[in-house]
């Protein structure tokens, strides 16, 4: 058994909580964005932390060994 084989659960479980962390993250910001005057700051920030977790989630899945196959705006 390789190393990635071995490791293949603990990827899948961390890649699904950065999953949930992104879509809760998407939430912030479509909430943010019906506000009346929404915060240029926040939506940055909370752009930006998405971003980092997307690209945490490719790192994984590269990892991993299983690519993510579905499209890039659903990652």
């Known amino acids: 058994m390789t190393t990635h084989a071995r490791h293949r659960p603990a990827f899948t479980a961390r890649i699904a909580q950065l999953r949930r962390r ?21 939506l940055k920030r909370l752009k930006q932390q998405r971003v980092r977790l997307k690209d945490q989630i490719a790192s994984y899945s590269v990892h991993s060994g299983g690519g993510d196959t579905r499209p890039a705006h659903m990652a």
């Open 22 to 42: 992104r879509q809760n993250l998407a939430k912030q910001i479509e909430d943010e964005l019906r506000r009346p005057v929404p915060c240029s700051i926040a």
